[in-house]
């Protein structure tokens, strides 16, 4: 039987054994998203069985993709289940989050490391080349208002944005 076809039975006969059927096929779905959001498959678990018992309460007679509505109730119910988590722990979880959002100190000192070797980098460049770079990704100015500027053609901002990046990667390169 297809989707449909279980509904249209389901809807018509008020028996729960056609939305058992279809509940089933969808069980490891459920449990998928019960795990992205739950991070717990004893959570995840229990969030199914709850979701299941929801469909058989709130099912409307309209349903067109029954996958997608069961998905969007799970969805909305693990996230439903993190929200009432988060107001009886919220300090523990306020915690957690901002320690994920906290970059990494080494990954902050190599990103300082490779701004100053950049920073060295430019000025190892031809002067125009250094100008069209400074201003084009540093100040974020256009082709046209670089020409406006520095008097150069279109070609010459091209140019020396081209040759400046590819002497970049080169002396980069050269320092690893």
């Known amino acids: 039987h297809t989707d449909e076809e279980l509904l249209s039975l389901y809807s018509s006969s008020k028996d729960n054994r056609w939305l058992g059927i279809l509940l089933q096929r969808y ?3 459920l449990l998928g998203v019960g795990l992205k ?41 693990c996230l439903q289940l993190l929200r009432d988590k988060r107001y009886v722990h919220g300090d523990d979880v306020l915690r957690q989050q901002q320690a994920h959002l906290l970059p990494d100190k080494e990954l902050l000192h190599k990103q300082e490391r490779e701004i100053e070797q950049m920073k060295h980098a430019i000025t190892e460049l031809d002067e125009g080349q250094q100008v069209c770079i400074r201003m084009f990704y540093l100040e974020k100015k256009t082709y046209q208002q670089i020409m406006d500027e520095k008097g150069y053609s279109f070609m010459q901002v091209k140019s020396y944005i081209q040759n400046g990046k590819r002497k970049l990667k080169t002396i980069l390169a050269d320092k690893k």
């Open 27 to 29: 069980t490891v779905l």
């Open 37 to 77: 959001y739950l991070r717990d498959k004893e959570q995840a678990t229990d969030a199914v069985q709850q979701v299941f018992l929801k469909a058989l309460v709130a099912l409307p007679d309209d349903v067109q993709n029954f996958k997608g509505w069961l998905y969007i109730l799970m969805r909305n119910h």
